[in-house]
């Protein structure tokens, strides 16, 4: 029962999200090619966002946390969305179903085809109900989840309210007043889901209370599966790009081991990153909405999430001047390096890394943890034989925008781990392999549009020498 209850709360939350965000979107045809899968699953990550703004409205105003106080108002707001969508004119249930089945694509394929994306689904399906077991069932795991995020969750819960938490010696010396944990800094977001699954169940539950990181791997996969229709790729190609990035080692383990900001760091930044670039595409006023709110949440998840906003502006610039943009980005990351350098001497403190002049990249360690080790199966294998096939088609016009993306965090991460004190994480691999894994999901999308047009190329240049 205590499962029930807090799926159900969360699915309440998924709803409402869903729904925010088609009223955002405006008119469009839920049974177009990926439209349905993508606004369910940017659902639940626009439901779980605005419902931890309550949380901090709620604490701002000195109303207690509750199930009224939290549920009703998140209530209230599906019913105007849905309202906003009725108005402009939900499409009749016949057409609701079309929309469901093209979701899971069994509609559009045939064949063999249909045995193989039936066979896949199946399988994700399985993996998922494992990976629910070990969310339910395995207790808080005593590491980071443990001692930077869920010690506010437990102080929230139990004062039914958020309040500051301070550094060790603020803690000190206020004789009580104020709460302290290993890091106090840290955004209110990751803990606030804890607080809202711990209100739902009536008592503080270190397992269940991570439902939420299950409920958001199966909204991040659907939501991916839909922007890879919504980029013209065929279902069954869809679901092999998003099965790859809900089988990530790494990922699967941020499910089982819940607690962590790095999954949800993942998927805010991804799908802002992906609204962004269809808003781009398609000059739709109701994508950029959706990415406006994703992007908001990126700070609100972990301190890097401010850097990983700041790439969002390299898209824009290069779709919005389609002459001089890519020259434009790569000259801001040759000016970037340079006030790199200027820092580095200085030993500054940027987002609480320690810049210093000692470059000394952690070649060796990176490359396990890439292509030796077990973290990601094949994927970089994959991703580099993909730019090797695509490498002309970098700079399409359909792609220099992503590329561009890509490319600057990929450059950040080269900044956190040549030049901070995070490169002395990478050889006991733990936080390299997280940080990476914000950018993971966005690169697999762009190594399937970087092979698809490589591929196209290269089978228009040979098929007139066959004939």
Known sequence: MAILIVTVAWLCVWIAGTLVV?????????????????????????????????????????????????????????????????????????AIMSALREATGLRMVNGWTRVAFAALLAWLVLR????????????LYPWDA?????????????????????????????????????SPSYPATVPLWQVLS????????????????????????????????????????????????????????????????????????????LALLFALERRDRGDALVALLFAAACPTIKQPGIAWLATLAVPLVVALIPRFGVKLVLAGFAVALAVLLVLAQTSATVLGYRLHLDFAPPWSGLADSLFLLGTWNILWYGVVAAAAIGVRDWTAPRIAPLTMLVAAGVLFLFFVFAFTNARAWVDTQTTVNRAILHLAPLVVVWAMLVFRAGAARLDAATRPAMT
Do not use: C
Not at 43 to 71: C, K, N, P, Q, Y
Not at 149 to 176: C, I, S, Y
């Open 146 to 182: 443990w001692i930077q995020w869920a010690t506010k969750a437990r102080v929230w819960f139990e004062l039914h309210r958020m309040v500051p938490f301070v550094d060790t010696a603020q803690w000190l010396a206020g004789n009580g007043a104020f709460y302290t944990d290993a």
């Open 198 to 273: 711990s209100v739902a169940l009536g008592r503080f539950d270190d397992a269940l209370m991570n439902i939420p990181w299950w409920m958001l791997a199966v909204a991040f996969t659907t939501a991916i599966y839909g922007a890879l229709r919504r980029f013209d790729f065929g279902p069954l190609a869809a679901l092999a790009g998003a099965a790859v990035v809900a089988t990530l080692p790494i990922l699967d383990m941020h499910v089982a081991l819940a607690g962590y900001a790095d999954l949800p760091m993942a998927a805010y930044f991804t799908l802002a990153a």
């Open 22 to 94: 088609a009223a955002l979107r405006g008119p469009f045809d839920v049974r177009a090619p990926g439209e349905a899968a993508w606004t369910k699953g940017a659902g639940f990550v626009a439901g779980a966002f605005i419902a931890t703004l309550w949380m901090r409205a709620l604490s701002a105003l000195g109303i207690a946390f509750g199930i009224a106080s939290i549920g009703l108002p998140i209530a209230a707001l599906a019913v105007v969305a849905a309202a906003i969508v009725w108005r402009r004119g939900m499409p009749p249930p016949a």
């Open 128 to 139: 998922f109900a494992f990976l629910f077991a070990d969310v339910v069932l395995q207790p």
